[in-house]
């Protein structure tokens, strides 16, 4: 029998994917910076017994159904939002994610965009690009404090930890709402259980880190940016759809809450002339949360490694379950 065939649908490094060629029959959609095109990516569904994909790829009903002998589906990112889990699972097509590898890194960012945020530091930045520094001045591009302040963890999952234990170096309260307490974290970060509700009305950055699901989509709508200070920061890592835009550009306008840090958006990418991306005190990132090099290529090799394992009916190391 010959190796196992996969299709990666994105340009991997070859020093990433060369070492797994001696299990895998692999083949790369040849372009790094644009997505497979919908037509090859069923069609090559159709072909391969395997696939690596990005969160750009809908792993959908059609998709799954054209993979005949598709085995596995290694989605590279630890939200899977992307894929339809439970058809995945009635087909027998085992899908894995990228937890673990990416936490610290993207807890990194996470904490960066709320510094970022507070201290306007991309604005600062660009003052002295435009040359526009003539002067020190008592208030020049004064911004607001992180430490001491408190912060609303919405979503204690491993990121959400990570950036917890950011905050408590900063010597910030530290609340925190999820699906279910986590008494180990508030033992050992001192972090408060609170309501939804309690979070948006005492927290000066809110944190928006929960999955992607039916009940976490819109759940940053008018209602809850309206609960929120007039003086709070919201920053968004985790998915855009997790927040209702146009609600939060509103909230923004009328100046309902004072400031934002977006690394995530409801449609991506967005473009320049997007209203959030001029708005005062708003930073917006290209979906960068995971990507330093050392990461990226974690997540790669977990990929390629959950493919082998697989074809070689040894326990994967990040199933995705429903
Ligand atoms: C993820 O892994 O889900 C991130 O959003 C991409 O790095």
């Known amino acids: 029998m010959g190796k196992p065939s996969i299709f990666i649908t994105r340009r991997l490094p070859a020093e990433v994917v060369e070492p797994y060629q001696e299990q895998l029959d692999i083949e790369m959609w040849p372009e790094e910076d644009e997505a497979v095109d919908r037509e090859t990516l069923l069609a090559e569904a159709g072909r391969v017994d395997g696939l690596v994909t990005m969160l750009t790829d809908q792993v959908d009903e059609e998709l799954l159904a054209a993979g005949n002998s598709l085995g596995i ?15 995945a699972e009635n087909r027998g097509t085992a899908i894995t994610n990228t937890p673990d590898v990416l936490t610290e890194t993207t807890a990194d960012l996470t904490f960066s965009l709320l510094m970022a945020a507070a201290r306007r530091i991309v604005e600062a930045g660009n003052y002295i690009k435009e040359d526009a520094w003539n002067h020190w001045s008592p208030l020049l591009l ?107 550009e509103k909230a923004l306008r009328d100046e309902q809450i004072a400031g934002a840090g977006l690394d995530v958006f409801e449609e991506e990418p967005i473009r320049a002339g997007h209203p959030l991306v001029s708005m005062p005190g ?41």
């Open 73 to 87: 589906v290694a989605n590279m990112a630890v939200g899977y939002d992307n894929v339809d889990v439970k058809t």
């Open 282 to 322: 708003v930073v917006c990132l290209p979906h960068i949360g995971s990507a330093t090099k050392e990461t990226r290529y974690k997540m790669m090799r977990l990929c390629l490694d959950n493919v082998v394992r697989y074809f070689e009916e040894k326990p994967l190391l990040s199933p995705v379950s429903r």
């Open 142 to 248: 004064a911004g607001t404090d992180v430490h001491h302040k408190t912060i609303g963890i919405v979503g204690m999952g491993r990121i959400g930890e990570a950036v917890a234990r950011r905050a408590k170096g900063f010597q910030m309260d530290i609340l925190y709402h999820n699906r279910s307490r986590k008494e180990d974290v508030e033992d050992e970060i001192g972090a408060r259980y609170t309501s939804f509700d309690e979070l948006l009305e005492n927290a000066d950055y809110v944190v928006s880190l929960a999955p992607l699901t039916d009940e976490t989509r819109h759940m940053f709508n008018a209602e809850a940016f309206q609960k929120m200070k007039d003086t709070a920061i919201f920053i968004n890592a985790s998915r855009g759809a997790l927040m209702d835009e146009k609600a939060l």
